[in-house]
């Protein structure tokens, strides 16, 4: 069975770094592209980038670019989201979820991230 | 920067068709894009449903189909039902694998 199991809600103030992961299980995680999801609160989804763990190949959105680093360790099936610097306006909740070609077709359970002062 | 519009709201009586679309500021959406649909229920994580225009998930309701309608992607659900109400997305592929979601339209069951 594909799980994709995320870290836990973080709360953090502005100008902290952060890093969130998401552990992939029950398929080859080096030959599927991982991607983050942004849903601000009460707004809809926002595509960030994606990584290929096989080789860490990354895109990102030009939204996200340089705003957000991307990686991966495949010796333990994880991929990561990290922020040096968290803005307020980074609270949301952040997915991720595994693409199969031109497909994403699991998506991990989501995690909380409220940043305040 | 590119963008992906939906309606952002259709109501639709139980049992009822209703299609739902999605649109680029680029031009036609055309296979190529490989439009994906997604349902998200509040509370819970998205849910993928169509892939590559028309493609079902093996967990897909024989319900919900997709397709290319008038140069916008289109989800069709048919014989609606009360627990098909939800938000949904597309999202459109451009190049370089990166990936454009649409604001995603609210559907009320009414």
């Known amino acids: 069975e594909v799980q994709l199991v995320q870290s836990g809600a973080e709360v953090k103030k502005p100008g902290e770094s952060l890093k969130i992961s998401c552990k992939g299980s029950?398929?080859?995680?080096?030959?599927?592209?991982i991607g983050w999801v942004r849903q601000m609160p009460g707004k809809g989804l926002e595509w960030m980038g994606i990584?290929?763990?096989?080789?860490?190949?990354?895109r990102y959105s030009p939204s996200f670019q340089g705003q957000v680093t991307i990686s991966a360790d495949k010796s333990i099936s994880t991929a990561y989201l990290q922020w040096s610097s968290l803005k307020a306006s980074d609270t949301a909740m952040y997915y991720c979820?595994?693409?199969?070609?031109?497909?994403?077709?699991?998506w991990g359970q989501g995690t909380l991230v409220t940043v305040s002062s | 920067q590119t963008v992906v519009t939906q309606e952002p709201s259709l109501t639709v009586s139980p049992g009822g068709t209703v299609t739902l679309t999605c649109a680029s500021s680029?031009?036609?959406?055309?296979?190529?894009?490989?439009p994906n649909w997604f349902q998200q229920k509040p509370g819970q994580a998205p849910r993928a449903l169509i892939y590559?225009?028309?493609n079902k998930h093996s967990w897909t309701p024989a319900r919900f189909s997709g397709s290319l309608l008038g140069g916008k992607a289109a989800l069709t659900l048919s014989g609606v039902q009360p627990e098909d109400e939800a938000e949904y997305y597309c999202?459109?592929?451009?190049?370089?694998?990166?990936?454009?979601f649409g604001g995603g339209t609210k559907l009320t069951v009414l």
């Open positions: 990584i290929y763990p096989g080789d860490s190949d990354t």
């Open positions: 590559s225009t028309s």
């Open positions: 680029t031009g036609a959406v055309t296979s190529g894009y490989y």
């Open positions: 979820a595994r693409h199969s070609g031109n497909t994403i077709d699991y």
């Open positions: 999202l459109l592929y451009y190049g370089g694998a990166r990936g454009v």
């Open positions: 029950g398929y080859s995680f080096t030959s599927y592209w």
